[in-house]
């Protein structure tokens, strides 16, 4: 919902040594889950402030008994975590901040 938002994102990965590949597979509604509906960001967009979502994806157990930090892929999480300084350093710099692009009517209701 904030077009301005990912065009940072992406510039910020171009200029990168460390580049991130980027799958925007999970954006809505392409997400058959819903995600976006059950995430924390939902609340933040209804009040008009641009938000992200960075993952590491998900295990087969995620949020089970079974799901252990022997599954973590520790050098992949501390990759996305310096991406993930970079593009807000460049947004908390910036004099402008993202704002969102307006109502998109692809956009799932989340009545809750």
């Not at 997400?31 to 209804?46: E, K």
Request: proline share 6%; net charge negative; hydrophobic share 35%.
């Amino acid at each position: 919902m904030s077009r301005e938002f990912g065009d940072i994102i992406d510039s910020v990965n171009a200029v990168r040594s460390e580049t991130m590949v980027i799958d925007k597979t999970w954006e809505v509604p392409s997400n058959p889950m819903n995600r976006f509906c059950r995430s924390d960001q939902v609340n933040y967009v209804r009040k008009d402030i641009p938000v992200t979502y960075f993952s590491l994806g998900y295990a087969q157990d995620y949020h089970m008994a079974t799901d252990e930090p022997q599954y973590i892929e520790y050098e992949h999480a501390a990759r996305v975590g310096r991406f993930i300084h970079d593009v807000m350093m460049t947004i908390a710099t910036r004099k402008d901040k993202p704002a969102i692009s307006g109502a998109d009517p692809t956009m799932p209701s989340c009545n809750r």
